[in-house]
């Protein structure tokens, strides 16, 4: 046997082994874990911004792109959002034991379907420093033990908020097992976390197209997929310029690196010149290089030539692709043959335009007159999301805690016994 297979088999028992005591925990326990943990992110933000300086200096030495470096960075706003999170999760209700269903039948037999965790959940992301404080949290919160396991990229910024984890955990003299994370950065550490099948109930992949399929095809346990953020707005006539400006420019550029992003604009046809021009020169200002069909080139001629492939191109850059349509329905069959099942806006005061767009897109998130950058699980009221899943089972859009559960019946009789 390996040394790393060993040592991923230990980690596997020791997270298993933890199950135990997490179900001994009350909701309260599993929220003054939390609170303890913001706790100590305060108390250690010198560290945590110490620590990922180091990650952002390796970055530029290796040369990583501009937005995986922007994905890296923690500042002091970014500190105090995470103990935002951690706090508003602590304060959630709890989403275990809860009633979902309750019947009898005939025979006197009483029936209740209550949630209850899933188990032991390896998560494995790329360059977000903040998945090892979200993750953690709302597993916590939804008495799940984490496996965390992030990119080398950001392993020191990942490990100064892990020690803040166990500092928490040790505290409060509660097993540091509740949180297990893999501190070292061989690839092989992966291939053996998804064929953990003794151990390990579900894998999260949350990073790159690439680590996604990857880990979809190899993992012999079952995968909930955050695959990328194609993501689609679409322009309908009679929609005015200037609230058509501000929420495309907010859905492309507020931050052009998340999945989130708006990465193609449909515009309709009928939609003059000069507030399409008004949009395009507004993006093109604050750097955002337009890639256009035919007609949208016409009319600013400033436009890139857009090819087959830009259509199905995640760029999380300052990069957008533009098409003009002729309808509600053109841009519907676009967007579900191009999108990536992740999040599409539409702007328009027509009402059967929006019920047409909600009818027909097949996307998990669907905005009206709204900005793409809305797809993120703190938004929808889930305190934090451990990704968006693209898959339609068993959980699909933001996950938060309440998603991090199965369920159980819980079956009361009276000594009946089933006749022959």
Not at 305 to 334: C, F, G, P, Q
Not at 368 to 384: I, R, V
């Amino acid at each position: 046997m390996s040394d790393i297979k060993e040592k991923m088999m230990q980690i596997g028992q020791m997270a298993k082994e933890a199950t135990e005591d997490m179900r001994k925990l009350s909701a309260a326990d599993r929220s003054r874990i939390l609170m303890n943990i913001s706790a100590f992110i305060k108390i250690n933000e010198k560290k945590i911004l110490e620590a990922n300086q180091k990650d952002i200096d390796e970055a530029k030495i290796k040369n990583l792109s501009a937005p995986l470096i922007n994905r890296l960075i923690l500042d002091q706003k970014k500190v105090n959002a995470l103990v935002s999170t951690v706090e508003s999760v602590a304060q959630m209700p709890d989403p275990l034991g809860q009633i979902l269903d309750e019947w009898s039948q005939p025979n006197g037999l009483s029936f209740k379907k209550i949630t209850v965790p899933l188990g032991v959940i390896g998560i494995i992301y790329e360059s977000r420093p903040n998945v090892t404080v979200d993750a953690a949290a709302l597993c916590l919160r939804s008495g799940n033990i984490p496996i965390l396991r992030g990119g080398k990229e950001c392993i020191h910024s990942n490990t100064a908020l892990y020690n803040c984890i166990q500092e928490a955990l040790t505290d409060l003299g509660f097993n540091k097992n509740l949180v297990c994370f893999i501190d070292d950065i061989d690839r092989g550490f992966v291939q053996e976390l998804i064929q953990l099948n003794d151990y390990v109930d579900l894998i999260i992949p949350r990073g790159g197209l690439s680590l996604i399929q990857s880990i979809s095809k190899n993992s012999t346990i079952p995968t909930l997929k955050h695959l990328n953020g194609i993501c689609h707005t679409y322009w309908d006539k009679g929609y005015d310029k200037d609230l058509a400006e501000k929420v495309i420019v907010n859905a492309k550029l507020r931050r052009p690196e998340i999945c989130g992003a708006t990465e193609t604009l449909l515009i309709n046809e009928e939609i003059d010149d000069l507030s399409i021009k008004h949009v395009l020169q507004s993006l093109a200002s604050q750097d955002c290089v337009i890639r256009a069909d035919n007609k949208i080139q016409n009319i600013f001629p400033n436009a890139e030539k857009a090819n087959d492939e830009d259509w199905s191109t995640e760029y999380l850059d300052k990069i957008l692709s533009v098409k003009m349509v002729r309808n509600i329905e053109d841009a519907t069959k676009h967007i579900n043959k191009y999108s990536s099942g992740h999040t599409e806006s539409c702007l328009t005061n027509t009402s059967s335009t929006i019920e047409y767009f909600f009818q027909q897109c097949d996307s998990a998130i669907l905005l009206h007159n709204a900005s793409t950058q809305f797809a993120d699980g703190g938004e929808f009221g889930f305190g934090a999301e451990i990704g968006i899943s693209t898959d339609k089972l068993h959980v699909r859009g933001p996950v938060g805690a309440q998603h991090l559960t199965t369920f159980k019946y819980l079956v009361s009789g009276d000594n009946q016994i089933r006749p022959k």
